[in-house]
Each structure stands twice: as C-alpha cells, then as structure tokens.
C-alpha cells in the first residue's frame, strides 16, 4: 500500500492513476480517498490524478494527540503529497473539510495552485452561528468517542444535508454510509476536535480573498442551506472566481450528482489551461444597475 510521509513524519495512504497534469482531490469529514472514485475514473484518462486520506483516516496514520490535526496542517499535507510525489504544480479539488484545505492551499500556496475548485465549504463560518457551530462540533465529538463511528456514522450520513443523495440514490447513499461507519472513531474525534471546530471563519478572512488570484471555482448544492451565504461570500471577494449551484442537490455533490459535478469541473480546468480564465472584470462590479447609463443626458 503507497504511504507518503508529511513534514511531521506523519504518514499517509494515497492512490493515483493516468498520466498528465497533476488533480488532487481532498477528501470531506464524511468521506475518504474512496469518496473521489467517480472523479478518478473520469480524470485519469486525462491527467493524473491523485488521492489520499487525510491523518486520522486509516490506512494514513492516526495520530493520538489532537493537536496534531488543525486546519493549517490539513493544507500543509496537501503540499506534503506534492513534494512526495515530486509535483510542483497542481489542480487542487476539495469537498467540505477538503475544500477548506483547498482553499487555504490558494492561499499559502498560490505559487503550487494551477487552479482550485472549493465544493461544499461552509459550514459554522457564519459569525452568527460560530458558538452554535462549536457545540455542535464539541457534541458531535462527545458522541462519536461514545458510541464509536460505527453508531454515530449512521445518524450523521443521515443529516439534513445528505438526505438529498439518500433520496436520489439510495444504493449510492448507502456505500456512504457503510464507508463512514468503517472510520476510526479516535481518528474522527480528533478530526472535529482540531480541524472542523478550530478553523477560522470565513468571514475573518475576507482580506486574503480579496488578494487571491489563482483561478477559482466554487461549487455548492442548492440545498445545502450552511454553504450558500458563505458562497456568495467568497464569489464577491475572490476575483479569479466562479459560482457554481447544483439544483435540487445537498453536500455531497461529486457522489450525488457525478456526471454534472466532473462536466463543471472539466470545463473549468479546460478555461483554465486554454488561459481563457481571468479575473472579473471591474465594470461588473460598480454597485449600480445600470451603470453609466442615463448620466449626462
């Protein structure tokens, strides 16, 4: 089984398959390296795609002390894949938890980032709901360490943000769920402890957006209610930036919806490499209507 090591010796799984450009793929709380199996088969027969899990997601190592997990080390280990892997540049995609780390990496790292697509990041940025968003978190830790993830995993695949995929595609649905139950229960406790309930807002980082220039994307479901303010938020600031919403759809979107999910993210990457993809131009954004239009007459 490949295992790459991060800066703080720390050792992680990964898989990659095809040739070409390098596509990472960062995996969500809920999810691991299998969770990106749609995209891996559709983008390696183009680039080379790759996948790991993160620190706390067995087979990677399961570090015992919280305070080795956080939101800075989560966009470090997608640098340490890289220097492993000898890549010096790379499309970055990440879902939820991943999209944090992506969308840190652009900020880090913009010199490694060909482009980065941000799905499914959100949840707790809201200033009005950070302290709700750290009880959360602090209970959801307390059950998972409990009950283990074999118990919690089922309550929480079943959330009202997943729902959507359980109807859509049941059998789908449910290889989710029986993957999320096999993860390491102190693995995820310390994954909510340091990562999920530590990371800063997004609203506190408003500033680094708007100095961001690598070419975004950002992908939500429409029903994902916790990732659409904060959606718009990061479209309004970051420059380099697209927005894009699936209909009818909750956060899981590369597993709900695979076919739209991969359509977006192909013609993003081909705008991107063609140097079709710039920053927004300033006359969109005047804060009128209509502009000049009617002034002077």
């Given at each position: 089984?490949?295992?790459?090591?991060?800066?703080?010796?720390?050792?992680?799984?990964?898989?990659?398959?095809?040739?070409?450009?390098?596509?990472?793929?960062?995996?969500?709380?809920?999810?691991?390296?299998?969770?990106?199996?749609p995209q891996m088969?559709?983008?390696?027969?183009?680039?080379?795609?790759?996948?790991?899990?993160?620190?706390?997601?067995?087979?990677?190592?399961?570090?015992?002390?919280?305070?080795?997990?956080?939101?800075?080390?989560?966009?470090?280990?997608?640098?340490?894949?890289?220097?492993?892997?000898?890549?010096?540049?790379?499309?970055?995609?990440?879902?939820?938890?991943?999209?944090?780390?992506?969308?840190?990496?652009?900020?880090?790292?913009?010199?490694?980032?060909?482009?980065?697509?941000?799905?499914?990041?959100?949840?707790?940025?809201?200033?009005?709901?950070?302290?709700?968003?750290?009880?959360?978190?602090?209970?959801?830790?307390?059950?998972?360490k409990k009950e283990?993830?074999?118990?919690?995993?089922?309550?929480?695949?079943?959330?009202?943000?997943?729902?959507?995929?359980?109807?859509?595609?049941?059998?789908?649905?449910?290889?989710?769920?029986?993957?999320?139950?096999?993860?390491?229960?102190?693995?995820?406790?310390?994954?909510?402890?340091?990562?999920?309930?530590?990371?800063?807002?997004?609203?506190?980082?408003?500033?680094?957006?708007?100095?961001?220039?690598?070419?975004?994307?950002?992908?939500?479901?429409?029903?994902?209610?916790?990732?659409?303010?904060?959606?718009l938020l990061m479209?309004?600031?970051?420059?380099?930036?697209?927005?894009?919403?699936?209909?009818?759809?909750?956060?899981?979107?590369?597993?709900?919806?695979?076919?739209?999910?991969?359509?977006?993210?192909?013609?993003?990457?081909?705008?991107?490499?063609?140097?079709?993809?710039?920053?927004?131009?300033?006359?969109?954004?005047?804060?009128?209507?209509?502009?000049?239009?009617?002034?002077?007459?």
């Amino acid at each position: 089984m490949p295992h790459l090591k991060t800066d703080d010796n720390v050792e992680l799984y990964y898989e990659e398959a095809g040739e070409g450009t390098p596509i990472i793929f960062v995996h969500e709380f809920a999810g691991d390296y299998r969770s990106w199996e749609p995209q891996m088969r559709h983008f390696s027969r183009r680039y080379r795609a790759i996948t790991y899990n993160a620190r706390g997601y067995s087979p990677s190592d399961i570090p015992s002390n919280p305070n080795d997990y956080s939101q800075k080390r989560a966009c470090d280990d997608i640098r340490a894949v890289m220097d492993a892997l000898q890549i010096e540049e790379a499309h970055i995609v990440g879902l939820s938890m991943g999209g944090f780390a992506t969308l840190h990496f652009g900020f880090d790292y913009p010199e490694k980032a060909l482009s980065l697509v941000v799905g499914g990041c959100g949840y707790g940025a809201q200033p009005n709901q950070r302290e709700m968003f750290q009880n959360e978190t602090l209970a959801t830790v307390e059950k998972i360490k409990k009950e283990t993830m074999d118990v919690a995993g089922k309550a929480y695949a079943s959330g009202p943000t997943r729902v959507q995929y359980q109807n859509k595609d049941p059998r789908g649905w449910k290889e989710f769920e029986v993957q999320l139950r096999e993860h390491s229960t102190e693995g995820s406790a310390n994954t909510m402890m340091g990562v999920q309930r530590l990371r800063p807002s997004l609203y506190d980082l408003e500033d680094k957006m708007r100095e961001l220039t690598v070419p975004t994307m950002i992908i939500n479901g429409d029903e994902d209610d916790p990732c659409l303010d904060p959606g718009l938020l990061m479209k309004r600031n970051i420059s380099s930036s697209s927005l894009v919403v699936l209909p009818r759809s909750g956060h899981t979107i590369n597993l709900e919806e695979p076919a739209m999910f991969n359509w977006f993210v192909d013609d993003f990457l081909h705008q991107v490499e063609s140097g079709n993809w710039g920053l927004r131009d300033p006359r969109s954004q005047t804060g009128s209507i209509l502009g000049d239009t009617g002034k002077g007459s």
